[in-house]
């Protein structure tokens, strides 16, 4: 009948998608392991604790496991502390040199409150050294506010060692023969702002004449560390970037011996990675630094990879 002939071809149907989908499943499940075991340096996990197990069973397997997870930090370790002796030369730690931490800011109240944060968290996790906060362009009214202000509730309150440094305004942007084009550019402001504190700060004084730095040690050794105002410290930074999981850091060319630096000595600073990358070697650099044969013009693109990726 009609109805009989529908029953069995549905009943036609139904069978082979039954049979077909738990193939599919179990071809695929294969598939998916021999894509694992065929990996390179694929190997069956060691140390895998049994099911049913004494304690001692549990224990020296789990103690395998541990072992081969440490020992590249253990190796790690002994590299950097050859490296440390390499470094120093037998000389100082951390914890002997001079750490200062500079950041540049306006005379705004929205820059003041961002200061008060950084502070108070350098403070909090016991920051080495000295910090400066570098105001830039502040009138003579905000400039007086300003030490004040940092005199009462910062130098006064959390630590002596955190100062502020007031430099003219540098945004002004000028022509070629020098003339004001009357317009603006914020971001001068930390570079200029910067070298003025270079130049004139107590702590460095490099081209102070009326007074001059005469303690070379602490100015030409200090480990200055430049950060912006928005950065909040969860703990202390200073020139050690040791070879562990908690110091992340890229390492330099492959075919350079020794890997990378562990530590900020002179010719080796650090700097955080940026998303320009190596875009700046496109730009007119004669221009941006008025010289045609600038050095930066001469950096090839490896080298800027692996160590010029800033901001």
Known sequence: SSSSFVKKKHSLREKPRRIEEPDQEQAQQKARLNLQRNRKGWKKPEGKVPLSATTTQKKKAQSSVVD???????????????????????????ESVNHHIIFSTDCSPYQRWQSYLLFFHAYRVKQPGKITRIASGCNDEEARDEVEWHTEHISGQI????????????????????????????FFNKPFGVRHWMEHNPDMGF?????????????????????????????PITRDFPLDRTHLAKGILDNEKGGRPIRVTHG?????????????????????TGDPNS????????????HYPVG
């Open 68 to 94: 081969d997870d440490i020992s590249p930090l253990k190796k790690s370790a002994v590299v950097a502390q050859n490296h440390i002796k390499i470094a120093d030369e037998g000389s100082s730690t951390s």
């Open 159 to 186: 630590s002596q060692d955190y100062g502020i440094h007031l430099t003219p305004h540098f945004t002004r942007v000028k022509d070629e023969t020098g003339k004001d084009t009357g317009k603006d550019y914020k």
């Open 207 to 235: 081209h102070d004449d009326t007074q001059p730095n005469t303690d070379t040690k602490t100015r030409d050794d200090t480990i200055v560390i430049l950060i912006d105002p928005d950065m909040v410290l969860l703990r």
């Open 268 to 288: 080796k600073p650090f700097a955080q990675l940026f998303g320009f990358g190596t875009a700046w070697q496109k730009l007119d650099i004669a221009t941006i």
């Open 295 to 306: 050095p930066a013009s001469k950096v090839d693109y490896q080298i800027a990879r692996a």
